[in-house]
């Protein structure tokens, strides 16, 4: 645990103490809670209205359906385009052929 001093004003002083007395509780037990209070505030998860909702789940279905279907050439070209990676240990040609076997095999089952 850290420790920090502060100089307040003493008007608030005296209403954090005000108020830590109305909590039965020792002024810096009431700082450390108003403090985590006051930060943890901003990682609460609201709720989305649901007018919010449709409107992002519309703009969704619009982007969809701008984007379309790709050619065979478009979407070979991406492929071409592809960099080169090295294999991972033991994954050599011969294994990637048999994999791809075994996909093939399985999908026509």
């Known amino acids: 645990m850290s420790r920090l001093?502060?100089?307040?004003?003493?008007?608030?002083?005296?209403?954090?103490?005000?108020?830590?007395?109305?909590?039965?509780?020792?002024?810096?037990?009431?700082?450390?809670?108003?403090?985590?209070?006051?930060?943890?505030?901003d990682y609460h998860v609201q709720e989305v209205p649901e007018k919010v909702i449709r409107e992002q789940r519309a703009?969704?279905?619009a982007l969809l359906e701008s984007l379309g279907q790709a050619s065979f050439e478009?979407?070979?070209?991406?492929?071409?385009?592809?960099?080169?990676?090295?294999?991972?240990?033991?994954?050599?040609?011969e294994v990637v052929e048999k994999l791809q076997e075994r996909i093939l095999e399985r999908r026509g089952a």
């Open 59 to 61: 703009a969704y279905v």
């Open 5 to 41: 001093t502060l100089r307040l004003p003493n008007t608030l002083h005296d209403r954090i103490r005000a108020l830590a007395e109305h909590e039965n509780t020792s002024i810096n037990q009431y700082i450390v809670y108003a403090l985590t209070r006051q930060v943890t505030q």
């Open 74 to 93: 478009d979407i070979q070209e991406i492929l071409d385009e592809r960099e080169e990676e090295e294999m991972e240990p033991g994954l050599n040609p």
